[in-house]
């Protein structure tokens, strides 16, 4: 045997050696499970012994956060879960089922306690807030249908807010709330509206769920979360606002916002709805205006004046992009056009938001820009195609040329060769 | 030899013009009229050329030397092969100089040489309008030697190198339509290659060569590599053998020598190539400025736009693949028939004129004709589904 193959087998000596007192060292270490029951297995930390005969609930209190944070069976519904026997585990403070009218006070417990929530930068206003909202209220007066704390963030199954699997995570909000608000038989018992369906229909729940917009409305944004209540007529405009400031801005500064206060008209949904609100569309402009107004009133007759302003500037836009998709097709440089009909498109865009003025030449402040940049840029490319036309005059030059130059090299075809 | 010339009365010696002493000098060193000889087989000389004797000496026996009327109309095709072939690798080299054969790339410099680059765009119309003349030119002088049974012997090779030359032309536009990366070259080159891949045994070799059943990247390259090097070469080769065994077996239709209203000299023979060539770029000149050719937008593999069609010349087998019943293979398998036919059956039809006679081959060959046309038709107006 050769030198090197005893130092082999010697490396793989000490290698299994280590390796067993590795495997030694974790199993000394490994923590010691609950055991001296022949469901050791299901007897965890957190449910104790509860989960031997709640199987069910233990799944669905350990899949939530609050497993991790020593919340256990006992600290919501009191009792005893170092037993299995059935009358001292469900002896002494225990509640069974915790009745719907305390659940809010339950949860407050903790979920109010300043000094418990600070490690986890939770906030400790929601109680506060419940007792403020519609459904608080309403809970207050002895209403047992209304949503408390367990129907929207659920019982032992409880995910944290930034979990996509979360019921309140900002996608499932909608469906979350819509198990009440989208109930038929329950609105209809309510009698209240269905604003789930409608907020389906919606421009806000197409941004959110078909295109992926997270920052899309969904009914807390507007309602409020755990204080939720439908907001004033007076505030819509602050409501809406929020996010279309700038249409809220030009819809101050128009007639409209002090008649409609003044006559309690709902402001923005007047025109654009409330839960099924739809996306912008131009001909509204023209068709909305008689909703309110009578069809033969000069007011109407101020929409189809904005409109006619919007389509005018958009028609120049159109041929202008016409034009540099055809210089595009040469191709010419037209990066600085591109940036132009973009430009243009956004005064466009603006005039649209001043139709909240309600008043055309603010708006037509706007389209005249959009349709100016427009046919700069159509009288530009004309003028470059007209150039480009007139430089195809060079072949008369050069024509010419060959021809000259044909007639002199057939005159010296034809001479004939010196002796 | 000496820089002066003596005088044919043996007068006082007179100094020769600079030009021809500085040809002296040079063939002291290297036999230029051993590179002068090279031109005959390009069609530009048609005598033979004595290497032995200077340059000047051997010029001025061709010079002298009356000729029977060559390379009129009738030969006017061969010599545009060779013609625009020469202005093609020209605008070609240019037009190398600045494209990058990339997938970002090509499309954003074949814009550039056109926006960008000064005469750019005349530089790359005349290459596109040098392709479709070329093209053209090879098609019919193949349907002018069949027609004038210029296949018969002693022309066999002269007619396989014809099918051979609009083979590579083929493959030349082929390749290079794909070049620009455009929406519409992408387009086409793909449809052109779920054609060309559906024939039996040809079709995967050409996969294998290009790289693929998809245009990809890497099938620009080799596109590119194939457009620029490898069909160059063949082409030049196939113009070699044609002029090569012109000389050998003589014009088509030989003027009688004897009729001296057909006589002509070099001179003048050189000087008519000059005034057809120029008449020759003259044209294409007016073609690229007049009829320039559009981009339609970088290549988008994602989106394939409405209504693409393959190459015009392929329009008719893309008929054939789309709407013949039956496995793919079988269409292919017909396609690479006709293909196959085209150069093998008229010599057949000519050793064995008991089989099938010269105006039988004619009937059918205006039938498939016919029919390609139909098929042509079918192909660009039927819209695929």
Aim: with cysteine.
């Amino acid at each position: 045997m050769s030198a090197r193959a005893g130092f082999a087998r010697m490396l793989a000596l000490a290698a299994a050696l280590a390796l067993s007192a590795e495997a030694a060292r974790a199993a000394a270490t490994a923590p010691v499970p609950i055991t001296g029951s022949r469901v050791g297995r299901i007897v965890t930390p957190t449910a104790g012994r509860c989960g031997v005969c709640h199987p069910t609930e233990r799944v669905a209190l350990e899949s939530s956060p609050h497993a991790r944070e020593d919340v256990r069976c006992t600290s919501c519904h009191g009792g005893d879960d170092t037993t299995t026997d059935e009358k001292r585990a469900h002896g002494g403070d225990f509640t069974g089922k915790v009745d719907r009218g305390t659940v809010p006070r339950m949860c407050a417990r903790c979920h109010a306690d300043e000094k418990r929530m600070r490690p986890y930068d939770l906030p400790v206003d929601q109680y506060a807030l419940y007792q403020q909202s519609r459904h608080g209220q309403l809970l207050a007066k002895g209403d047992r249908q209304v949503a408390v704390c367990s129907d929207c963030h659920g019982a032992h199954d409880i995910l944290a807010v930034a979990d996509p699997a979360s019921r309140v995570y900002p996608t499932n909000i909608p469906r979350t709330c819509g198990r009440c608000h989208g109930d038929t038989t329950l609105v209809r018992q309510r009698h209240i509206k269905n604003a789930y369906a409608d907020y389906l229909t919606s421009v806000h729940a197409h941004q959110l769920f078909d295109l992926g917009n997270m920052r899309a409305p969904t009914c807390v944004s507007c309602h409020g979360v755990h204080g939720a209540t439908p907001p004033d007529v007076a505030d819509i405009t602050k409501v809406c606002g929020r996010c279309h400031t700038t249409e809220r801005r030009y819809f101050i500064a128009g007639p409209h916002a002090a008649k409609m206060a003044e006559n309690n008209v709902p402001a923005c949904i007047a025109c654009h709805g409330n839960h099924a609100v739809e996306a912008s569309v131009v001909t509204r402009l023209a068709s909305n205006c008689e909703k309110c107004h009578e069809k033969g009133d000069p007011q109407v007759a101020l929409g189809a004046r904005m409109l006619d302003e919007y389509k005018t500037a958009q028609t120049e836009i159109d041929k202008a992009e016409k034009l540099i998709a055809e210089a595009d097709a040469v191709p010419m440089q037209t990066e600085d056009y591109h940036a132009r009909v973009e430009e243009a498109r956004t005064y466009l865009r603006e005039a649209m938001t001043a139709a909240h003025t309600v008043q055309p030449e603010v708006v037509a402040s706007f389209t005249l820009r959009a349709r100016s940049v427009g046919e700069e840029i159509q009288d530009e490319l004309t003028h470059k195609f007209a150039n480009a036309r007139m430089s195809k005059l060079g072949l008369v030059v050069f024509w010419f040329y060959v021809l000259v130059t044909l007639g002199i090299l057939r005159r010296y075809r034809n001479r004939r060769p010196r002796a | 030899m000496s820089t002066t010339t003596q005088d044919p009365q043996g007068g006082p010696q007179k100094p020769l013009p600079w030009h021809w002493a500085a040809v002296a000098w040079l063939e002291q060193r290297i036999n230029l009229t051993e590179i002068f000889s090279i031109l005959t087989s390009f069609g530009i000389v048609y005598t033979p050329v004595d290497t032995r004797r200077p340059l000047r000496e051997a010029m001025a026996e061709i010079g002298a030397t009356p000729l029977v009327s060559y390379a009129r109309w009738p030969q006017v095709l061969g010599l545009l092969t060779a013609l625009l072939f020469a202005l093609e690798a020209v605008t070609g080299v240019l037009l190398a100089f600045y494209y990058h054969p990339t997938g970002e790339g090509a499309y954003a410099s074949t814009e550039g040489i056109v926006r960008d680059i000064p005469l750019g765009w005349f530089i790359h119309q005349m290459h596109d309008w040098g392709a479709y003349l070329l093209i053209a030119v090879v098609v019919l002088r193949v349907v002018r030697m069949f027609w004038h049974r210029l296949y018969l012997a002693p022309r066999e090779v002269l007619w396989v190198s014809a099918v051979m030359l609009m083979w590579v032309v083929l493959q030349l536009d082929f390749t290079g339509r794909l070049l620009p990366y455009d929406v519409t070259s992408y387009w086409s080159a793909m449809r052109g290659l779920e054609i060309v891949c559906s024939q039996p045994v040809v079709g995967p070799f050409i996969s294998f060569v290009l790289g693929g059943h998809v245009i990809t990247e890497n099938v620009l390259l080799r596109s590119y590599v194939l457009h620029v090097v490898v069909l160059p070469l063949l082409y030049l080769i196939g113009i070699y053998v044609t002029f090569g065994t012109m000389r050998r077996i003589g014009l088509s239709v030989p003027a009688e020598g004897g009729d001296p209203a057909n006589a002509t000299t070099w001179r003048k023979h050189t000087l008519d190539f000059v005034i057809f060539q120029l008449l020759l770029f003259a044209g294409l000149v007016t073609l690229a400025t007049l009829l320039p050719f559009r981009f339609h937008g970088p290549a988008d593999p994602y989106s394939t736009p409405p209504g693409t069609h393959p190459a015009w010349y392929l329009l008719s087998a893309y008929t054939i693949v789309q709407y013949l019943p039956g496995p793919g293979w079988i269409a292919g398998l017909l396609l690479l028939l006709a293909g196959l036919s085209v150069p093998i059956v008229p010599l057949w039809s000519a050793r064995n004129p008991q089989r099938l006679s010269d105006t039988r081959l004619r009937q059918g060959a205006i039938a498939l004709f016919a029919v390609w046309c139909v098929l042509t038709l079918v192909g660009a107006f039927v819209v695929r589904k």
